[in-house]
């Protein structure tokens, strides 16, 4: 009936691990046998991959859909450019810092209104927060570049100012997977430890997860902040990986495609948002040849479809096995 | 008419109903007593469709009710009137009663006439015909919610304590209705804690306790033999 | 002081079909717990339809009912094949179903009418005097005609046969069901209705801006606005919010780009859904 609180999880299976050293083993060679649009494409699927995972610790695990992680997404893309364009020379600490920051501000915003809005009403509330975020952004033109968005030199990868060198991309990808496999290695300790515990306990039940007497205002607080920190990382990478910034990813659909990620690959998993990310862009790129824009098509009926009959997605199977 | 035979249901996982049998027959007035939360409801919930049947059979008519959506029970003649009247407050009197009347089949004459029939038992009801159901004291809506029912024409009427927060006065009022309806015909599966109007007004009685129906026997054997009452309900 | 005029105008009129969009959601919302994120692109379905059958016939009413008549069985197909499965699940499966459903009609509409902008003319030429300013009378003819259609609404809920089965079914489902009233069937008609007054809105706005395929989109946002502004499920209460925040946003633009004048009605969403989430519009729950 509801899940109970706080079930000590089992030890890893060796299964787990080996699976995960194969897959990261996989992404690490890739850059170095596949030819480049391929080597960004997979750089990309991380990126992407690591804004699904941000949004599945609300949808997932505790249970609130969110339309807004464009927003946060597209407020660390604009950090970054803050920073790379303000501060010379472009240093990457500093445009992760500047993106982490005008994130964790706009999740600050958004926290406050989980605690306050249950549901289809927070679902909304982030859907408007968004757009308020993209026509901001995009009618400030002397600050954001407007329609035009801003561009801006990639910084180059130093390590304690020590030796500096340029990204190539296959440096840079291998950037983007450290940073990516720390965040999910992160973020997995955080859903497996108590406080993810409680956060599930919330999404199965949260009246009763109230009366057992756990603040639940503060732990979906928390869990906003951790969503959009990660959120605001992977639009930091983004705008690095590209070099620009554009109020197109902050407009609302971008949360929707982040949103179809995590459906299609499984939410409640953290691996899920990944496959998911990686399905729908390869059905993207496989069918945009064949259908240009009209892609959307049959991946959108395909989207309906699962949701129908598939809800838990592609890897929503494993669901129980990666979290206990 | 309506048979459950061995009839477990489920509420989400909570297994509810074990093995519940209890029959009514054409134009029969038929008790269900037993404590709070013994299950009354919940039977009478399971036949409607609102709670899962997971084991036995309900039939009706000789009609395996399994098939059946909620909303075709009041075609085949099946009415409720649930413990809490379920009046949809926000509708008039009149539209409340118009949710059973306008149904397939019906013509202008008898639709007044079935109209004019309820007005005659509940003169009320008449009066206060365009009033929000909300309105309605609590005795009126328990008229209206059996007013409701009996514009269906139902072959049996499935009645849910209705003397439940009545006054005394209006449980005599009660009463006679259930025996008014019982002359026209109409079967009653009446669950009630009043234990002495049950008595008065079936002529069988189950007795259920924990999700089961654990005795059965006439109005009248238990009328003369007080003690079996005492044993179930500790009145 | 002529812009205030003017502006009031516009808000007035803009609120009349923002009520015409937000009476079908919040109707859908009321009965069936279906946030319809494709409203707007129904809507814009509906004016992409309507300019076809002008194009072909030159009659603006013909391409009118085209339009709803072609929406509702769209509308009453789509609740049947994507909805109906998802009754019973969590309600936000819902409105990823009907985000699904709007990203595929408005690639469809890409592609059946191709990226350009499609008119749709005015049936009613001219302006009318008010004063010494000039105003279209085909946007006053079109706060009218939204406003007939919203009356027939009322009208049909409140006094015709099934209109009360609609109320019954809003109230309690449960007891609609128990007696007789075919509930699925219900929920069908009634988003039929509601795509029905979103074609329409779609047709009616259609020669204020054009129709193009993201048409549809603002309104959605616009219309989930006002029926929290409203409160869910209150007809009276999303139509007076439509006007009110018509109004507002008309004003705003006198001062902020039309662009930025929306930021008006979010921050009424936010301020409302903080301080009286039943709604603006709807008296104080005891």
Do not use: C
């Amino acid at each position: 009936m509801t899940a109970t609180v706080a079930a000590r999880p089992r030890p890893r299976s060796a299964g787990y691990w080996t699976t995960f050293a194969v897959v990261v083993g996989l992404l690490l060679v890739a850059p170095l046998v596949l030819p480049p649009f391929w080597q960004r494409f997979v750089t990309e699927i991380l990126i992407w991959g690591l804004l699904a995972m941000s949004s599945d610790i609300l949808i997932g695990y505790t249970g609130m859909v969110s339309f807004g992680h464009s927003a946060f997404f597209g407020l660390g893309m604009y950090g970054a450019a803050a920073a790379l364009l303000t501060v010379k020379p472009p240093s990457l600490p500093l445009a992760l810092l500047y993106g982490l920051v005008a994130a964790g501000g706009a999740a600050v915003f958004v926290a406050y209104f989980a605690t306050r809005l249950r549901d289809i009403y927070f679902a909304i509330s982030t859907l408007v927060f968004s757009q308020i975020f993209y026509v901001i952004i995009f009618t400030w033109t002397e600050v954001t570049g407007g329609e035009n968005g801003l561009t801006f030199s990639q910084p180059r990868l130093s390590i304690l100012g020590l030796w500096s060198d340029r990204f190539t991309p296959t440096t840079f990808h291998w950037f983007v997977l450290a940073v990516v496999v720390l965040s999910y290695l992160l973020v997995r300790r955080i859903t497996q430890s108590p406080f993810g515990m409680v956060l599930q306990s919330i999404r199965e039940n949260e009246p009763r997860t109230r009366a057992i007497g756990y603040h639940v205002e503060r732990y979906k607080i928390v869990a906003v902040m951790l969503s959009g920190l990660f959120a605001g990382l992977a639009g930091v990478l983004y705008a690095m990986q590209n070099k620009f910034a554009a109020p197109d990813f902050v407009f609302f659909v971008v949360s929707g495609e982040v949103v179809i990620f995590n459906v299609m690959g499984g939410m409640g998993t953290l691996v899920g948002p990944f496959a998911g990310a990686a399905f729908f862009l390869l059905l993207r790129e496989g069918l945009s040849r064949f259908l240009t824009e009209y892609y959307l098509i049959p991946v959108g009926i395909i989207f309906i479809i699962m949701i129908i009959f598939l809800p838990q997605g592609l890897l929503g199977f494993l669901r129980r096995r990666l979290n206990t | 008419m309506l048979v459950l035979e061995n009839v477990d249901a489920h509420y989400g996982k909570s297994h509810v109903l074990h093995g519940v049998s209890i029959e009514v027959r054409a134009g029969e007035v038929v008790g269900l007593l037993g404590r709070n939360g013994v299950g009354k409801t919940t039977t009478l919930k399971t036949i409607m469709g609102m709670a899962r049947r997971t084991g036995g059979r309900i039939t009706f008519e000789g009609r395996d009710l399994h098939g059946v959506p909620p909303h075709g029970l009041a075609g085949l003649g099946i009415a409720w009137v649930p413990e809490e009247r379920r009046i949809f407050r926000l509708l008039t009197v009149l539209e409340n009663l118009r949710t059973g009347l306008d149904r397939a089949g019906m013509t202008p004459p008898r639709h007044n006439a079935l109209l004019e029939k309820v007005y005659a038992y509940f003169p009320i009801l008449k009066e206060r015909r365009n009033q929000a159901g909300g309105t309605l004291s609590g005795g009126e809506q328990q008229m209206l919610a059996i007013a409701r029912a009996m514009v269906l024409e139902p072959k049996i009427i499935l009645l849910d304590e209705p003397t439940e927060g009545l006054m005394p006065r209006m449980v005599g009022q009660i009463q006679e209705i259930v025996h008014a309806l019982h002359r026209e015909g109409v079967a009653i599966l009446l669950v009630e804690q009043n234990v002495p109007l049950t008595l008065d007004a079936a002529g069988r009685v189950y007795i259920m306790e924990k999700g089961t129906v654990r005795h059965h026997a006439s109005a009248a054997e238990l009328r003369a033999d007080q003690r079996v009452i005492h044993e179930y309900l500790g009145v | 002081m002529d812009q205030i005029i003017i502006q009031t105008l516009h808000g007035l009129v803009n609120g009349m079909v923002l009520a015409m969009v937000a009476s079908g959601l919040t109707l859908i919302f009321g009965i069936m717990d279906i946030v319809n994120f494709a409203h707007g692109d129904l809507l814009m379905l509906g004016a992409f339809v309507g300019a076809s059958v002008l194009g072909v016939t030159g009659s603006y009413w013909l391409a009118l009912v085209v339009a709803m008549v072609v929406i509702a069985i769209l509308g009453a197909l789509l609740q049947i094949t994507t909805l109906r499965p998802l009754i019973g699940r969590d309600p936000l499966t819902t409105i990823l179903a009907t985000f699904g459903v709007s990203l595929v009609i408005q690639k469809y509409a890409l592609w059946q009418w191709g990226p350009s902008v499609r008119q749709i003319s005015a049936p009613v030429r001219g302006d009318f005097n008010l004063f010494h300013l000039q105003y279209p009378w085909y946007r006053i003819a079109t706060a009218v005609l939204a406003g007939l259609i919203i009356a027939a609404l009322w009208l049909f809920l409140k006094y015709g046969k099934y209109g009360i089965w609609i109320r019954a079914t809003t109230q309690d489902r449960v007891m609609a069901q128990a007696m007789g009233i075919p509930v699925p069937l219900v929920y069908t008609a009634v988003f039929a209705i509601g795509s029905a007054m979103a074609a329409a809105s779609g047709v009616l706005f259609g020669p204020f801006a054009g129709v193009t395929q993201t048409m549809g989109f603002d309104f959605t946002l616009r219309a989930f606005i006002v029926v929290v502004v409203g409160g869910m499920g209150n007809l009276g209460g999303s139509i007076l919010a439509s006007i009110f925040v018509s109004l507002l946003e008309s004003y705003a633009a006198i001062i902020v780009s039309p662009a930025q004048a929306v930021i008006v009605s979010f921050v009424v969403l936010v301020l409302t859904m903080l301080f009286r989430p039943t709604g603006l519009f709807v008296p104080t729950p005891k």
